[in-house]
């Protein structure tokens, strides 16, 4: 869920189709214009020299940006309030050492942006300029900006929209030149290599760096040395909240955690990492979560079979890059002990995996240590990559993931950490817009076997799912890597019910459940792009599931779940997954995903049934508990 090789995240209620702007239905949106605009910002970045874009021009009209702020279509998720009773049970130590954690985290936004797109922060002053003239429109932009943290973001039906006219989101995003198109990265790669600048290619292709040109070349830049004074404040807010934090397992986390923020040495991340997971019982949590979802350029060099066979020759095993996130929050002791229950079930697990002989995973099936830590959490503050309400937003980690030296290296652990505060309905609102939904959407028969807590135990399953099945050579998946491992987390869960329910971690009734509300859940309300992993792997299941029986939709729209074939049908799933993770051979991987995400006039139906009933575009998260913490 998050994630890589191998991301691990898992959202909620997540939904995109192709790319069709919906800002062109407001009347603002200019071709001609656009295509200048663009012409001239792909001119600017020859040898580096950039158009000052201090004057921007905002995108959506009036209109769009009253609908798409208002509270029926912007969803909006509460962290801990100020006067939460979690905050106010810790110790003064905890209390002086979150405000420094929130501190910490805060920088992470400002970094993160710069990685996602570089016109995000030249963008936010504008618009904090225009406000404080007394702009209308660039106060409700100001909005959407700060919800989606940027200014470009899909929607919740995978509209593109842009906040600013001629600004549009690239494969490289913020950490490749913003004209660098794939052909001329491939030929600038080869290039290089046949030169002989091998360490230069592995750096530039590293998870940890941004790339600009310099000359006919290009040169890569650690992220320590980037943002070197940002990450330095991080470093001494956490050393801050290490003297007065009671936890001394902690500490020496934020320790480690800071010294990386110092210098440019992987290798410092590594501990760091290896110490974060295995934290099992501590008051607070922090983490910086790099997961690298968004880079759609990176991994595009396995598909030029040139370059691969050189990369391959010197031993240069692409990644992409990490983008950045901060999550500061208190350890909910109790849901916890109950996520706990399910790590002696660990070893099982790994024993019924398919063909579990021909490859290493992560939790080992003779029961030794898993190494595996879990901890449920109220959320104080979500920053940077993690706080992007980019249609959906986090539910839970995974992390590390496989790609990171603490695993590659050191043999380190996993920790899995669990949002309270996404994943839970409070309000009577939002239980009614629920009922809403599955009246419109799911077998009257089946609603007795709903329960949103099922969504809680599957997604336990999901996330324990990432660190079984093969724990390495899925590189040469490509861009497809993470829908695969998306998808196989997803059917790890679902096909292990009954080998659990045997077990007496579920009951039978929970079982159904389970099974009932991952299906109503996994509808969505139009069709993703290929760049969004979780997504595609919902249709692939969807598609999957109904051409084996064990799902129908009918032509009203309405769901029907054939709950005897739905372990059986995501076993046989599972183990053609696993088959294409071992194969590791991108052209397998492409045709499964393929011969897999076809998006049917059923699930159209069922698209639009949803969209009677929820009107939800957009979506931001609140936190008076940071806020408070951060004017201190």
Same mark, same amino acid.
């Given at each position: +869920? ?16 192709? !790319? ?23 001119? %600017? ?38 006067? *939460? ?72 039906? %995978? ?13 490289? !995003? ?10 001329? &990265? ?48 991080? *470093?001494?807010?956490?050393? !801050?909240?290490?003297?007065? %934090? ?26 760091? @990492? ?62 916890? @002990? ?14 019924? +995996? ?26 104080? *503050? ?6 992007? &309400? ?36 409070? /309000? ?23 329960? @949103? ?13 990432? /660190? ?81 029986? *064990? ?14 074939? +739905? ?18 051979? &991108? %052209? !397998? ?13 059923? +699930? ?29």
């Amino acid at each position: +869920m998050n994630i890589n090789p191998i991301n691990r995240i898992r959202f909620q209620n997540v939904n995109f189709k192709e !790319k069709s702007p919906s800002n062109t239905k407001n009347g603002d949106f200019c071709p001609e214009e656009n295509k200048l605009v663009k012409e001239l910002d792909k001119m %600017s970045m020859i040898n580096n020299v950039n158009i000052n874009k201090s004057d921007y021009e905002l995108n959506l009209s009036m209109e769009e940006l009253e609908k798409r702020t208002h509270k029926d279509y912007l969803t909006t998720k509460k962290m801990l309030s100020a006067d *939460a009773p979690e905050y106010l049970a810790l110790s003064d130590g905890d209390k002086e050492a979150l405000k420094h954690l929130v501190k910490a985290a805060s920088v992470l936004d400002k970094v993160n942006m710069q990685l996602d797109n570089p016109n995000n922060l030249p963008f936010k002053e504008y618009l904090e300029q225009e406000v404080a003239k007394g702009n209308e429109q660039a106060k409700l932009t100001k909005i959407l900006f700060d919800a989606q943290k940027g200014v470009c973001s899909l929607d919740r039906e %995978s509209n593109m929209i842009e906040l600013a006219k001629g600004v549009s989101e690239r494969p490289g !995003k913020g950490v490749y030149p913003e004209d660098l198109g794939k052909e001329e &990265f491939h030929t600038i790669l080869i290039n290089m290599l046949k030169e002989g600048k091998v360490d230069d290619v592995a750096k530039i292709l590293n998870q940890r760096s941004v790339v600009e040109r310099v000359g006919n070349e290009l040169v890569a830049t650690d992220y320590v040395d980037k943002f070197k004074d940002d990450f330095a404040n991080m *470093a001494t807010e956490l050393e !801050k909240a290490a003297e007065t %934090s009671t936890n001394e397992d902690f500490n020496e986390f934020l320790r480690l955690q800071a010294k990386a923020l110092r210098t440019a040495d992987p290798m410092l991340d590594a501990y760091a @990492d290896k110490k974060w997971a295995t934290l099992q019982d501590t008051p607070l949590e922090f983490t910086i979560t790099r997961e690298n979802y968004s880079d759609e350029l990176t991994e595009t060099v396995v598909e030029n079979p040139e370059l691969k066979k050189l990369l391959d020759e010197n031993g240069i095993v692409p990644v992409a890059k990490d983008f950045l996130g901060g999550r500061v929050g208190i350890v909910n002791k109790k849901g916890t @002990d109950a996520i706990l229950g399910v790590k002696s079930y660990l070893p099982l697990m790994a024993q019924n +995996m398919p063909f579990k002989d021909d490859y290493i995973q992560n939790i080992a099936p003779d029961g030794k240590d898993s190494k595996q830590t879990m901890v449920d959490v109220d959320l104080v *503050a979500v920053t940077g990559d993690v706080g992007e &309400f980019r249609a959906g937003i986090t539910l839970a980690e995974n992390l590390p993931n496989d790609d990171k030296l603490s695993i590659r290296e050191l043999d380190g652990g996993r920790r899995n950490v669990y949002h309270r505060q996404i994943r839970l309905i409070t /309000s009577d609102d939002a239980r009614e817009k629920m009922k809403k939904r599955l009246e419109a959407t799911l077998n009257p028969e089946l609603h007795k076997y709903y329960n @949103d807590e099922a969504d809680h135990w599957f997604t336990v399953g999901h996330e324990n799912g990432h /660190s079984l099945g093969p724990k390495s050579g899925t590189e040469g998946l490509g861009k497809y890597k993470s829908i695969i491992e998306e998808n196989k987390a997803d059917m790890v869960s679902l096909a292990m019910l009954d080998v659990l329910t045997e077990a007496g971690m579920y009951t039978p009734e929970q079982r159904n459940q389970i099974i009932v509300t991952y299906a109503a859940d996994n509808m969505m309300t139009s069709k993703p792009t290929l760049s969004q992993a979780h997504r595609v792997r919902s249709v692939m299941q969807n598609y999957y599931f109904i051409k084996e029986g *064990a799902m129908e939709i009918t032509p009203e729209g309405i769901l029907n779940v054939n709950i005897d074939k +739905m372990v059986p049908t995501a076993r046989k799933m599972l183990e053609e997954i696993i088959q294409v993770q071992m194969k590791g051979d &991108f %052209s !397998k991987g492409e045709k499964y995903v393929m011969d897999n995400f076809v998006w049917t006039d059923e +699930m159209q139906k069922m698209a639009d049934n949803i969209k009677k009933v929820s009107k939800t575009l957009n979506g931001r998260v609140e936190s008076p508990l940071a806020d408070k913490l951060l004017a201190e």
